[in-house]
Structure formats: C-alpha cells, structure tokens
C-alpha cells in the first residue's frame, strides 16, 4: 500500500522580479521534498501559463491559487518577511482548515 504524500502549499513574501521569485520557490520546494511533502507552488505552477497581457490574469492566478491552498493540508510560510499576500494566505489556510507553518516548523507573524 502506497502512502500518500502530504500537499504543503508554498507561500512566501515573493520578490517583484519574476526569476528571483522562482529560483526562491524553486529552493523552498526542494527543501519541502526532501522533507517529504508535495509542494503546491503557484509561482512555479502558473509560471508561463497566463499572458502578462491578460487583463484578468491577476484574478484568475489568485483564484487558482487559492483553489490550490484549499486542497493542500499544511501552508508552509517560507522567509523571513510577511506582507499582505501572506496574511491573506495564512487566513484562507485558517477557514479551510489547512495547518499553517513554516519551514522549521514556527509561525511567528501575529497569526
């Protein structure tokens, strides 16, 4: 019997430049592999997939990752910053029922 491998959504405080913000996720998602969970990071995830020019691209990445944080079962704050994308994360996690942490396992942003 195989066992299921638990789904931690990524969050973090994502920097504005799109390929430091992926080389950062990239780091973060290795370090919960080798941990052992499945990473669910939509920085990664929706990378490339809608336009810059798609006027609602905004809207539909949050939608989508929001979809993605409901179905993981740990949201996993990565850095050491916390801006509002994060608090919002963290409040999504708290009404579905997702635990939040972080990846020593401290959340300490006032949550």
Do not use: H
Not at 22 to 33: F, P
Not at 66 to 76: I, Q, S
């Amino acid at each position: 019997m195989s066992r299921t491998i638990p789904r931690a959504y990524v969050t973090a405080a994502w920097s504005k430049n799109r390929v430091d913000a992926e080389d950062q996720a990239r780091k973060y998602c290795s370090e919960l592999v080798k941990a052992g969970y499945l990473p669910l990071c939509p920085v990664l995830a929706f990378s490339g997939i809608i336009s810059e020019d798609d006027p609602d691209g905004e809207k539909k990445r949050r939608e989508m990752s929001e979809d993605l944080l409901r179905r993981a079962r740990f949201l996993v704050v990565c850095g050491k910053k916390v801006n509002d994308d994060v608090r919002a994360d963290i409040s999504i996690a708290k009404r579905a029922k997702v635990i939040p942490t972080t990846l020593d396992g401290v959340l300490e942003c006032g949550e």
